[in-house]
């Protein structure tokens, strides 16, 4: 018996992907009917659990809060298949009948689901209904503080798939996750496709297993509050997006960025949806506290409670706290808390004006959060899209908090766990991932058109011009006259040139009359052999003329 751990999970690995490959074999003959039963089937009973399996990841995992974990659940379970419903996957997808082109949905067959350990059970609910909606089994490796909720979910969506007609083993999770047992997932010959949600180090892991994947990255989200906002609206959506399951969301809101005409406004305002601001000291040892000698996140301050942190950072503040601001000078290692930090945490940055919050939105994101999301207050449209236009965020978000509008919960984005931001961070995609990226598409294309009818340049390589095209070739060029022309210009250069021979080729009416002889030591028909050089290369006849 295998008493190693990592030997266990690599075993595990590939017995329950040959058993997910088997069962998509099956699956991927379903009809688009029998899929959309199965999705609706499994959503069903998530929502059923969505409160009991929230407070079991609070439970296991120390991470957020019961509350706004069973939102991230019912974003899940209740408007991501929602929004999936009537989209096509299988089968037949569209016919362009002016292009002659049908369009088939090919399922990509098994899916590598890696999981976070800050949403155990929402993203459990996400990759696999997206997966099973896109004609796919699915493989889940949960994160080992959170092996006990992610494989409950996962174990109440399969029972429920199964009973609506789904192959069995059409979903796994593994037991014995390790690190070695979740790069063998990704590793194997029959994974499909790679849906990874963690650290940095996972992503990057996934994107180097030669296998396709879709990933993210951190996120360091600016939010510019304009002089134009509608302060009493965007200072508690501020607050709502920083405290919701206490910040472990990674498009969760990390430094506030304002003119400082607005601080003492925004101050008040922040007060009064209990935000605590930390004085310089406190600032100081929050910084300490929540980063790494490293510039890692401390994981033991991710998603806890303000009033936790505070006391981890040895001071106290009101049992009633939303969220702990901290007012910094600027961006970069110097000023710690102008990173990601996954917890109720915000920094707060003031400057001179709409052009210096631009620059610093922009420091952010290169800062930490390249690719993710960034929000802007306004009232003033064009800079809106002026901000929206600078960042570079794959999602700009308007008058929303952030968890939620990146999420899709307030915006028309599409609902999703795994936010792409696009090849500036290193990822595939720039979307909301779907069950869409889970399929690959056939294309059926009739022939509309004769070789020969595809091009405006001939096809018979004999025909093909060789060199300068006609258009740009000189006709009938008379040598004499471009000799004249280059004696004339030496002549104005103050070089010397042979009078012409009696008897030499002549003029012609066209050309001006010939420069006056000059007597030197320079060889007789300088002109003329170097005329004579340059039509030879162009494929001319220097007698005759060039042609």
């Known amino acids: 018996m295998l008493a190693d751990k990592d030997l266990l999970s690599i075993q595990e690995v590939r017995s329950k992907v040959d058993k997910a490959y088997q069962a998509s074999l099956k699956y991927r003959s379903y009809t688009q009917q029998q899929v959309d039963a199965i999705v609706e089937a499994a959503a069903a009973a998530a929502r059923a659990n969505a409160r009991r399996l929230a407070e079991m990841a609070v439970e296991e995992t120390g991470y957020g809060n019961a509350q706004d974990k069973y939102i991230k659940n019912l974003l899940n379970c209740d408007w991501l298949p929602r929004r999936m419903r009537g989209v096509k996957t299988m089968g037949l997808l569209r016919e362009l009948p002016e292009e002659k082109i049908v369009e088939f949905g090919v399922p990509v067959g098994v899916v590598a689901a890696i999981l976070p350990t800050t949403n155990p059970t929402s993203t459990a609910f996400y990759k696999i209904l997206i997966s099973l909606k896109a004609g796919n089994a699915i493989v889940i490796s949960p994160h080992p503080r959170a092996h006990k909720c992610s494989c409950a979910a996962a174990g109440i969506l399969y029972q429920a798939a199964v009973e609506a007609g789904a192959p069995e083993d059409i979903i796994q ?37 030669g296998k396709p994947a879709f990933g993210g990255g951190p996120g360091n989200v600016p939010v510019l509050v304009d002089t134009s906002a509608d302060l009493e609206d965007a200072i508690p959506k501020i607050v709502a997006g920083k405290s ?39 600032k100081e040892a929050l910084g300490k506290l929540l980063v790494m000698p490293n510039f890692s996140i401390n994981p033991q301050c991710v998603g806890q409670a ?14 009633d706290t ?9 961006v970069g290692k110097q000023h ?4 990601e930090k996954l917890s109720p945490v915000l920094a707060l940055i003031w400057l001179a004006d709409f052009a210096a919050a631009l620059d610093t939105c922009y420091a ?40 939620q509008g990146s999420t899709g919960i307030t915006t028309n984005l599409l609902p999703g766990m795994t936010l792409g931001c696009g090849a500036i961070a290193g990822n595939i995609t720039s979307d909301n991932v779907g069950p869409l990226h889970l399929i690959n598409v056939k294309r059926l294309a009739y022939v509309i058109r004769k070789p020969e009818e595809a091009f405006e340049m001939p096809m018979d390589i004999n025909l093909a011009p060789n060199g300068p095209s006609a258009a740009d070739a000189p006709i009938g060029i008379d040598r004499s006259a471009v000799v004249a022309a280059v004696e004339r210009y030496l002549a104005s250069r103050g070089a010397a040139v042979a009078a012409p021979a009696a008897g030499g080729p002549s003029c012609n009416a ?15 028909n300088v002109a003329s052999s170097v005329v004579d050089r340059f039509l030879a290369r162009r494929g001319g006849d220097s007698s005759s003329g060039y042609t």
């Open 173 to 209: 999770c593994i037991d014995t996750a390790t690190l070695e047992g979740t790069t063998a997932l990704m590793r194997h010959e029959r994974t499909g496709v790679i849906l990874a949600t963690g650290g940095p180090g996972m992503v990057k892991a996934a994107y180097s297993s």
């Open 244 to 282: 919701f399951d206490y910040g472990t969301v990674c498009s969760s809101e990390q430094a506030l960025v304002a003119e400082r005409s607005l601080r003492d406004r925004i101050l008040a305002l922040l007060k009064a949806k209990k935000a605590y601001i930390a004085t310089d000291a406190q």
């Open 306 to 319: 303000p009033t936790k942190l505070a006391r981890m950072a040895g001071f106290e503040v009101p049992p």
């Open 322 to 330: 939303s969220i702990i601001c901290a007012e910094v000078e600027g």
């Open 336 to 339: 710690p808390l102008s990173m």
């Open 364 to 403: 952010l994101l290169k800062f930490g959060g390249l690719g993710h999301t960034a929000v802007i207050y306004s009232r003033d449209d064009a800079r809106t899209r002026e901000y929206g236009s600078r960042m570079p965020a794959m999602r700009v978000l308007v008058n929303t908090p952030a968890p």
């Open 510 to 524: 066209s050309c001006a009359p010939p420069a006056p002889a000059v007597t030197s030591s320079v060889a007789p």
